[in-house]
Structure formats: C-alpha cells, structure tokens
C-alpha cells in the first residue's frame, strides 16, 4: 500500500490539470476553468480522508460508514463547498436571495442583483428590507 501514495497524488493532479484544460478549452472562461480545478482538488481531497483511517487496509476493505464524525464531516464540507460555489446561481432563481463571502454580500430580487457589497452582518437584516419593501410596495 506504501508505493501506492505517490501514484495517488499523480492520479489527483493528473485530474485535477485535466479538469482544468477540459473546461478552459470547452468554455473558454478562466475563472470557472480554476473553479473547476479546485473543486476537482478538493472533492478528491475529500475521498482520500476515507483512505487515511488505516495504514493498513484500503478504502474498501473495511466499511466507509462506520465512523459518522468523519461522515459529517465530508458531507459539511462539501455543502460549504457548494454555497461558495453554487451560491450565486442559486440566488439568481429564487423571488430574493443573498449570496455571501469574503465579509460581504450580494441580494438577489428576481434574478437581478440589487445590492452589492453589504456588509455581512447586515446581510439578514438588507434582505428583510428588501423583502417588506417589494412585497408592501405593490
């Protein structure tokens, strides 16, 4: 199992360059071409952890399930990893929305951004105007 961890790192760089080029050269987007790496990167890094509860049995030879801290953990991270990623699309379809990071944020009314750049702690409190003043305005 010991040899086996290098010919592991060269298969997630291996994939990871290989989604980038793949969606560089489809879409022509830098920006969504270095997301999908590092999500390739991540969610690999993410399949390891599985890999590293024993030194001396592989992923699949012992149960995946029996340790449901690690499961949490995996399933948290990938949800963070979806906000940060998906967030602003997701926002853009709904009636109102919020998409944060980096200490601020975005709201969404109808698919169209409407504010930016609001602090984070009064993201909640932005979007609650923004909610009574469309809804009462009508």
Do not use: W
């Not at 030879?61 to 690690?70: A, C, D, G, T």
Request: glycine residues 10%; hydrophobic residues 50%.
């Amino acid at each position: 199992m010991e040899g086996f961890h290098p010919l592991r790192g060269l298969f997630i760089a291996a994939g990871t360059v290989g989604m980038f080029y793949l969606t560089m050269t489809s879409s022509g987007d830098l920006v969504l071409a270095r997301t999908a790496a590092f999500v390739t990167l991540a969610v690999s890094q993410l399949i390891f952890v599985f890999e590293c509860k024993s030194e001396q049995h592989g992923m699949f030879s012992k149960s995946i399930f029996n340790n449901p801290y690690l499961i949490l953990a995996v399933l948290s991270s990938l949800a963070v990893m979806g906000c940060a990623v998906n967030g602003p699309g997701e926002a853009r379809e709904a009636d109102f929305g919020v998409a944060g990071g980096d200490g601020q944020g975005l709201l969404f009314a109808n698919g169209e951004i409407v504010r930016s750049a609001v602090p984070e702690d009064k993201l909640a409190e932005e979007l609650l105007a923004l909610i009574r003043k469309r809804i009462f305005a009508q």
